[in-house]
DNA sequence: AAGAAAATTTAAAGCGCTTTGAGACGCCCA
DNA sequence: TGGGCGTCTCAAAGCGCTTTAAATTTTCTT
C-alpha cells in the first residue's frame, strides 16, 4: 500500500492525502480524518527512502560503535548509554544507525555519512584528548555531539560530559580527610579524555594536600576485571603500599574486591576503594546502601540529555554548540573508612 | 556532489556512471577506470536514499533494543552481540538499525518496519518460551532470524543458538561426578527460552543421577550481582544448603562470589561454582586458567554467525531457514572442588 | 568495403514521497 | 450579476538513483 493507492482509494489526490497525514492546514477536518482512518484501516505508512529522499532528511542518528582498537573490547557502558538516547530520540521519530569501521578509519565513515546522506547527525563516544574527530565533523558540516570532552581542542563543539575533574578530586579529597596518604589511581587508557581529567583531579587534590603523587600508585589500561585484580596485587606488594584505592571502573573495582579478599582484607577497613559508578543497570552499585563509595552519574540519563541537545542542533542548523556539565554525586557506602594505622600489604 | 554533475563532469550520462560505479559489465575498463578516479577525486557517494529508492532496499538491519520490560534493563551481553553481528554486516555494506520501543509492542515496530520498508531485515534478541514475535514475522514477511530459540514455536524459523539444555547437563553431571548432591541453580528469567532450557538441562542431569530436584534450589529472576548475591545468602541458610551453585551469568556469579567471601567460604573448596560464560570482551573469565569453571559461548562470534546467516536469507529469500546449534565447551577453572564432606552454612 | 554482430553509450521511465503553483468551488457583498 | 475572497483540492515537478529499451559506435566477417 503506497500513496497513490490510498489517494486512489479514497477518491482524493496523493497531495491532499499527504498533507492530510502530515498535519498541514489546507485540509479540512473532515477530510483529514476520513484520510487516517483509511491509512490506519490499509496500515498505511510512508515509505522512509522516499520520504526521505523527498524531505532530505533521513532521520537516522549514526554512531560508531566503541571499540578500543587494540583489544577489539567493547566498552560496558555502550549498551546503558544507546538505551538512554535510543528513547529520546525515538520520541522525536528518529533511530539510531550503528556501524563498526574496520581499523582506526573514523572519519572515513563521517565522511561518507555525509556524502551518502545516510544520516541527520551523529554521536562521538570517548573522546581522546585533542581528539581529532571534532576538527573533521565541523569541517564537513555533519550536526554533531559528544559524549564527553576533548581537553586540547580550542574551536567550539557540542558536548555533554560528566565532571571528571571535579569528581575525582572531591574523592581524593574524601580519602584524605579520612586520614589516607597512599592513594592508587586505576584509570582508564589516559589518551581518554575521561581519564586525562580524572588524573587531573586526584593529583589537584594530592597537590593541594601537600603530597608529592607517586607514579608507582598510578596505573591505566583497559578497565577490565582483571586489570583492577592484578593491580591491586601488584601494589600491595610495593615497599610502601596504598591504603586506598581509586578506580575509575565498577568492573575493575569487583577485580580489586577479589583481589583483596583473596588476600583475607577487608574492603573499607584494611583498604578503602572508591569507584566510578556510571549506574548500568545490570551492575548496580547496592540498592540501598552503595557497596562502594562512588562518584555517581548515569550514563544512561547522559544518553537523553545528549540525544535531545542532538536533536536541537539538526532542528536550528544555525544553533550554537550546546554543553552541558554533569556533576556526578559523592555517594559514601562501605568500602571506605578511616586510614588503618598500618597498611595492609602481600604477605612475601 | 550527485550522479548528474558527475555525469556531466566527465562528460558521460548517468547510466554509464552509475553503471561503472556498480560494476556492471557493459562498460569498458577504461571508461570505468575514468569513472571511477572522477568519484575518488570529487568524493562522489551515491545517496543511500536515492539508491534504496531505486533499487528497493534499504542495506539496514532492524533491531530493538532488548530492556528487559519490568526494569528496562540492558542486557549485558548486547554490546559484545551488536559488536559481533555489526562487523559482519559491514562487510556486506550493511548497517544496523536500532530502536526502543516504549511499552512492548515490539509487534508494531516489525509491522512499522515492513510497511515502511525501513529495512531489510530483523534481528530478534532474547526470545521467550512460545514466543509470538516469530508467528508475527513470518506472517508479515520480513526476513528475520533469532539469536536463540522458542520452545513451542513449531513453525519454521532461522535462528544460531547456544545448546543450553546439553551445556548446563553436562554441568551438572560434572558436579555430580565431583560428589556433589546438593546443586543449586541461579537462572535468568524462566519465559526466556535460555533459561527453560538450562533448567531443562540441569533436571534431566539430576533425574539421570536419580535425584530429586528441590525447588527451594532453583531461583530465576534477572541476572545481576546482586541477584546472585542475594540468592547465595539465602540458600546457604538454608537446613540443607547446596555445595554447589550452577549460574546463568558470570554478573551474578560475581554476586556469589562476594557472597562466599563475605561468609569467609572458599569458592572451589568449601562452595563450587559454575557459571555459562559468554566471552564478554570486558568481563573476561581470566587469561589463561578461568577463575570460574564454565560452559563457555562467544556471543560475538554468534552475532557474527547470525549475521552471515541474515544476510544469505535477504539475498535469497527463497532460502529455506538456516539453524545452526553451537555447543558449549565445558572449561574447568578454579571454582570447583569436590564436594565437601559436611555443607559450609551460614552461621545463624 | 559492406553488412552483421558485438561493444558501448544513452534517453527516459520509474521508485514513493513532498511541495509548488494553480484550479475549482462556494460564499458574500456591492 | 459579477467580482473578490477563503477554503479545499489537484496536477505536476522534483528529490537522486537504477534500469529498460533503444541508439550509436566499434569490431569482425566474408
Redo the contacts with the bound molecule.
Keep these: 500500500m ?3 493507492t ?2 486512489e482509494a479514497l ?12 498535519g498541514y492546514p ?6 483529514r480524518k476520513r484520510v487516517e482512518e483509511a491509512a490506519v484501516r490499509f496500515g ?4 522512509s ?3 526521505g ?4 532528511r533521513a532521520m537516522l542518528i549514526g554512531q560508531v560503535i566503541p571499540t578500543t582498537t587494540q583489544h577489539e573490547m567493547v566498552n560496558p557502558v555502550f549498551g546503558d548509554f544507546v538505551a538512554g538516547a535510543s528513547q529520546t530520540l525515538a520520541r522525536h521519530g528518529y533511530d539510531m544507525l550503528l556501524t563498526r569501521v574496520p581499523g582506526d578509519d573514523e572519519g572515513k565513515v563521517y565522511r561518507e555519512f555525509r556524502a551518502r ?1 545516510a544520516v541527520d547527525g551523529v554521536i562521538i563516544q570517548a573522546p581522546d584528548v585533542r581528539d581529532d574527530r571534532i576538527a573533521l565533523l565541523n569541517q564537513i558540516g555533519l550536526p554533531f555531539i559528544v559524549h564527553g570532552r576533548s581537553t586540547g581542542v580550542e574551536e567550539p563543539y557540542s558536548w555533554v560530559d560528566v565532571n571528571n575533574t571535579q569528581a575525582f578530586r572531591r574523592a581524593t579529597e574524601f580519602l584524605l580527610q579520612l586520614g589516607h596518604r597512599r592513594i592508587a589511581l586505576i584509570n582508564g587508557l589516559e589518551r581518554m579524555d575521561f581519564a586525562f581529567r580524572r588524573r587531573k583531579g586526584y593529583l589537584q587534590a594530592l597537590e593541594a594536600a601537600g603530597l608529592a603523587p607517586d607514579p608507582l600508585l598510578m596505573c591505566t589500561d583497559e578497565m577490565t576485571e582483571q586489570f583492577g585484580h592484578h593491580k591491586t596485587r601488584y601494589m600491595l606488594g610495593l615497599d610502601d603500599p596504598p591504603t586506598a584505592f581509586l578506580c575509575s571502573s565498577m568492573l575493575s573495582a569487583v577485580g580489586i574486591r577479589r583481589a583483596l579478599q583473596d588476600l583475607g582484607l577487608t574492603m573499607g577497613r584494611d583498604v578503602s576503594v572508591i569507584i566510578h559508578d556510571d549506574d548500568l543497570s545490570y551492575l548496580r552499585n547496592g540498592d540501598d546502601i552503595p557497596l562502594f563509595t562512588a562518584t555517581r552519574s548515569s550514563v544512561r540519563h547522559a544518553g537523553e540529555l545528549l540525544a535531545d541537545a542532538l536533536m536541537q542542533l539538526i532542528n536550528d542548523p544555525d544553533h550554537p554548540p550546546i554543553t552541558r556539565l554533569l556533576e556526578a554525586q559523592l555517594v559514601v557506602g562501605s568500602s571506605t573508612g578511616p586510614a588503618p594505622l598500618r597498611a595492609a600489604r602481600l604477605p612475601s
Design positions: 503506497n500513496l497513490k490510498l489517494a477518491g482524493l489526490s496523493q497531495t491532499t492525502v499527504s498533507r492530510a497525514l502530515n489546507e485540509v479540512s477536518e473532515a477530510t498505511y505508512r510512508p515509505n527512502r522516499a520520504k529522499l523527498a524531505t532530505g546522506g
